[in-house]
């Protein structure tokens, strides 16, 4: 192998095993990629409909993965290397922007896999670049495409879209966040937390006609009046020697239920609902029914969202079940889905689903 191909072959392996990460690391997580984009309209000062950041999120991570598996392969490479290089083309200066303006803590390049500083991604994205235009120069070391390369090539895009859409639809492939399947939510809570005295919980609204922030106690009812006031925030206060908080917390008129939740001898399915007023049809008809039969084995049933909430119960056909609130990004966090159920048993996380995965007698 003489010097140029050897160089070729490195600058290829090492792309693709970093565009494959960086693409599949997005695509088992659209949601949290779908937010990160959020942010950054946000700090650009757009406003942008939800479904193109899902449709941005999707298209994002599919391209690169499928990038990162067809070079790889060595697949339709004189292409291949040119998708490479205008990826980082496209990328390299958005990332310096991101570095000097700070719109967002983390780029989110690679979800919530692995976190870097805005600078060292910038850094990052300037060598891998240099490398793309690298590879592209020597493509021509590449064997002529074949129809087997043109199936490799496409096989790579099906497989990497397929697997975003698999995680967006249902629940992400790989689930690495801080709630998933087998987190003990006692441990988590209750690590570091000395108990001397009272938890004081304070609500904390914004006017809509003013903008102003106002105090709630969880008592007072004016806070209920949505057409008033938009919620903001949840200030848990322990009078006390505290260490850390948690951020799984599910309150209510009643006040913090969250030990109740722990503490059950009952296995506790939350209806987690993006709004509790916006449900398809197909999706409350399984809710309904996975209700009614948790209820029948006697087990405890809770609607849970970070939606301002008119009614303290949420209606399912023919269901009545209690309904709380829950900080948004600790819900997003919990349950990738708009609409899904997240179960409890002692005090730790044993199953979770999209509202569309729910099947009654499972």
């Given at each position: 192998?003489?010097?140029?191909?050897?160089?070729?072959?490195?600058?290829?392996?090492?792309?693709?095993?970093?565009?494959?990460?960086s693409g599949f690391a997005k695509a088992i997580d659209p949601w949290?990629?779908?937010?990160?984009?959020?942010?950054?309209?946000?700090?650009?000062?757009?406003?942008?409909?939800?479904?193109?950041?899902?449709?941005?999120?999707?298209?994002?991570?599919?391209?690169?993965?499928?990038?990162?598996?067809?070079?790889?392969?060595?697949?339709?490479?004189?292409?291949?290397?040119?998708?490479?290089?205008?990826?980082?083309?496209?990328?390299?200066?958005?990332?310096?922007?991101?570095?000097?303006?700070?719109?967002?803590?983390?780029?989110?390049?690679?979800?919530?896999?692995?976190?870097?500083?805005?600078?060292?991604?910038?850094?990052?994205?300037?060598?891998?670049?240099?490398?793309?235009?690298?590879?592209?120069?020597?493509?021509?070391?590449?064997?002529?495409?074949?129809?087997?390369?043109?199936?490799?090539?496409?096989?790579?895009?099906?497989?990497?879209?397929?697997?975003?859409?698999?995680?967006?639809?249902?629940?992400?492939?790989?689930?690495?966040?801080?709630?998933?399947?087998?987190?003990?939510?006692?441990?988590?809570?209750?690590?570091?937390?000395?108990?001397?005295?009272?938890?004081?919980?304070?609500?904390?609204?914004?006017?809509?006609?003013?903008?102003?922030?106002?105090?709630?106690?969880?008592?007072?009812?004016?806070?209920?009046?949505?057409?008033?006031?938009?919620?903001?925030?949840?200030?848990?206060?322990?009078?006390?020697?505290?260490?850390?908080?948690?951020?799984?917390?599910?309150?209510?008129?009643?006040?913090?239920?969250?030990?109740?939740?722990?503490?059950?001898?009952?296995?506790?399915?939350?209806?987690?609902?993006?709004?509790?007023?916006?449900?398809?049809?197909?999706?409350?008809?399984?809710?309904?029914?996975?209700?009614?039969?948790?209820?029948?084995?006697?087990?405890?049933?809770?609607?849970?969202?970070?939606?301002?909430?008119?009614?303290?119960?949420?209606?399912?056909?023919?269901?009545?079940?209690?309904?709380?609130?829950?900080?948004?990004?600790?819900?997003?966090?919990?349950?990738?889905?708009?609409?899904?159920?997240?179960?409890?048993?002692?005090?730790?996380?044993?199953?979770?689903?999209?509202?569309?995965?729910i099947r009654i007698g499972n």
């Amino acid at each position: 192998m003489n010097g140029k191909r050897l160089i070729y072959t490195i600058l290829r392996f090492a792309l693709g095993v970093l565009f494959l990460f960086s693409g599949f690391a997005k695509a088992i997580d659209p949601w949290g990629t779908a937010i990160k984009f959020g942010e950054y309209f946000a700090a650009m000062g757009l406003n942008s409909p939800e479904w193109s950041k899902f449709a941005l999120s999707i298209l994002l991570s599919g391209l690169e993965m499928g990038l990162g598996i067809s070079v790889l392969l060595g697949a339709c490479m004189k292409l291949s290397s040119f998708g490479l290089l205008c990826f980082m083309l496209i990328f390299t200066p958005l990332t310096l922007w991101a570095a000097v303006a700070e719109p967002v803590e983390d780029c989110g390049c690679f979800g919530d896999l692995l976190k870097i500083s805005n600078w060292a991604t910038f850094g990052k994205n300037l060598v891998l670049l240099l490398m793309a235009a690298m590879l592209f120069i020597l493509a021509e070391c590449a064997k002529r495409s074949s129809w087997l390369n043109w199936l490799k090539f496409c096989g790579s895009f099906v497989i990497s879209f397929g697997i975003g859409l698999y995680s967006l639809l249902h629940l992400p492939l790989i689930d690495v966040l801080s709630y998933k399947v087998g987190t003990s939510l006692v441990e988590a809570v209750r690590t570091g937390i000395t108990f001397d005295g009272d938890i004081e919980t304070t609500l904390i609204y914004r006017n809509l006609y003013t903008g102003e922030n106002k105090e709630f106690k969880l008592s007072d009812p004016e806070w209920q009046d949505a057409a008033r006031w938009e919620y903001v925030d949840t200030r848990i206060v322990q009078k006390g020697t505290v260490k850390h908080h948690a951020d799984f917390s599910v309150f209510g008129t009643e006040g913090n239920i969250t030990e109740d939740i722990l503490s059950s001898p009952r296995r506790v399915y939350l209806l987690c609902l993006a709004s509790p007023t916006d449900i398809n049809e197909s999706c409350r008809t399984r809710m309904a029914g996975l209700a009614r039969q948790a209820v029948g084995n006697g087990n405890m049933v809770l609607g849970i969202t970070s939606s301002l909430i008119s009614d303290r119960d949420l209606y399912l056909n023919d269901m009545l079940i209690p309904l709380y609130n829950m900080d948004a990004t600790a819900l997003k966090t919990m349950l990738r889905a708009k609409y899904g159920v997240v179960v409890i048993e002692n005090g730790t996380i044993i199953e979770k689903r999209n509202c569309r995965d729910i099947r009654i007698g499972n």
